[in-house]
């Protein structure tokens, strides 16, 4: 696979996570079953690898996935747990299940081709 294939699907899942959570929370805290301010929080680290994401760094794309794992948790916990919010959460792990598998690999493989990486001791 390319880093360019793997580049456009990356970036267009996490854009879709970002925008599916966004909704989600802000939504959840105008009726009140979260507050605004813990809904905010949960939103906010979504926000801190944008720009590398939306750029193609491959730094950005490694530890983004980091993050992408946080979110994992709370997908697989609602997927368990709800009855009303199925197909909320079935949307939620498939789409970190991709970004699980993208991000890394696009981190590697554009890395490598920029010639970035641990230098071996000689």
């Known amino acids: ?5 793997l580049f456009q699907i ?3 899942c996490y854009v879709a996570l970002l925008l599916l959570l966004t909704a989600w929370f802000g939504h959840q805290g105008l ?5 605004m301010a813990f809904s905010l929080l ?9 720009k590398g994401i939306l750029t193609g760094a491959p730094y950005t794309y490694a530890w983004a996935s ?5 979110y994992m948790l709370h997908g697989l916990t609602l997927l368990y747990v709800t009855e009303t919010d199925l197909i909320f959460a079935i949307v939620e ?3 970190l299940s991709v970004l ?19 230098k071996k001791k000689k």
């Open 100 to 118: 699980l598998v993208s991000l890394p690999f696009y981190a590697r493989i554009r890395g490598r081709e920029l010639g970035l990486g641990l």
């Open 31 to 35: 009726n009140g079953e979260y507050s």
């Open 1 to 5: 696979m390319s880093s360019t294939m």
């Open 93 to 95: 792990v498939l789409l």
């Open 42 to 50: 949960w939103i906010l680290p979504l926000f801190a690898p944008l």
């Open 66 to 70: 980091f993050i992408v794992c946080l």
């Open 10 to 12: 990356s970036r267009t």
